[in-house]
């Protein structure tokens, strides 16, 4: 095997006998088999790493004890003189695999291919490689009482521990802090409870038993992507998000591809096809064309009751305290102000939120919708624009150029828009309303003049 190198051996029953220094040719302490003797007592007891003792200057004859059996004359052992090699034509078993030992630590370099050798006999045993800081273990890498490889830090040796990594011989999943993994690789900060990924998407599991999470971080100019692909294509779909371009961007790439949005049991809930028609729910038919949404039914909170007219001519007042109550889903308000360290005092529905010195305290503040187009209306009652009147209806529209219910040309936007589908649908309904009463007023004044 070559020259052993960076210690000593020695052989002891207790009392140190012999001692061979570094450099000293260990190929000739190798045993034939046919010079075996089988010893079936306590073994040699085989040290490496002592200090040196020169086996020169030790006797021709070397007395070794095995509980009561003892090996002596040159039969057994033999010194030679300084500077030959030492032959042991006796020695047994565990010497022979201190040199097998030695040789798979100590290879010659001859060829391309090397090897350590760590055999274990059986599945339950350790075989191991430990490492160490002043004496205290700090991480050990190996078959650890099992067949399974696996590492494993510790900040006190042992005591506590903690996979850093394991891979199992059965199937080749890997686990990060876990060693029973669910998939290919299992990330694991700690159970969840009592789950198992499922077996269509378990090629990588990420497991906490807090909240838990992926993060992809880019410079601000960069893409933090996720390709979805394919043989067909490696691009088939993609997630990305570019913080200097304001855009998270979700998109197929295949010609033809589709957007589902699903709810419930895997239920189809809407769809954006790939000539940018949107179906929403299950309408009649499928997409109407680019740009187009084809749905169910649409409603918006801001389509409200507008009867509001017919009670100014039935009963002669507009409650607004009744049409208030008509009004759908009181909105909530984001309100935010300063976190100033050591002064503030949180509130009842109360948070802090952020970090450092970018933390923020907020709350929700529910905001009671009012009918405005009640009160609107109710305001004009009276006034030289009364819309109940045929000559205050017709003095507005002649003089501002659009009906009472309707937004000021001059006003209006056309390209961002002021008024949402619902307020549009109110405003229509309630000029409806209105011109409904003055065609009755002006039927009344006609049957007055046949009369």
Known sequence: MGILQGGDVSITNGTKVATFSSGFDLEALRV????????????????????????????????VNYTGTTLTNSADFSVMSPGSALTYPGLHGKFQELIDFLDALLPSFEGDDQ?????????????????????SGRAKAGTLGADDYTILVSPDNFSTSFIAFYADKDNGRVGIGINTPDGTLHVWSGTAGAVTAAAGCNDLVVENSDAGGITILVPDDKNAQIFFGSPATNIGAQLVWNHDGNSLDLATEKAGGEIIFSTGAGVERARIFSNGGVVVGAPTGSTKGPGTINATAVYDDDSILTCYPFDQVLDGNISLTKWDKRVPNSKEEEIVRPFVTGTVKLKAGEWVDGDGDKRTVRRYRKIVRKHDGAAKFKARMGGDYDPLTLEGYGRHWKEKRHLTAMPNEAKYDEVDGTLSTGEWVQRLIETVETQAVLIDKLHERLITLEA
């Open 32 to 63: 034939a088999a046919g010079d075996m003797v089988a010893l079936t007592t306590q073994p040699l007891s085989i040290w490496y790493g002592i200090a040196s003792v020169d086996y020169a200057a030790q006797t021709a004859t070397l007395d």
């Open 115 to 135: 090897t350590l050798l760590l055999d274990k006999a059986a599945a339950g045993d350790e075989a191991s490689v430990l490492y160490r800081t002043a004496a």
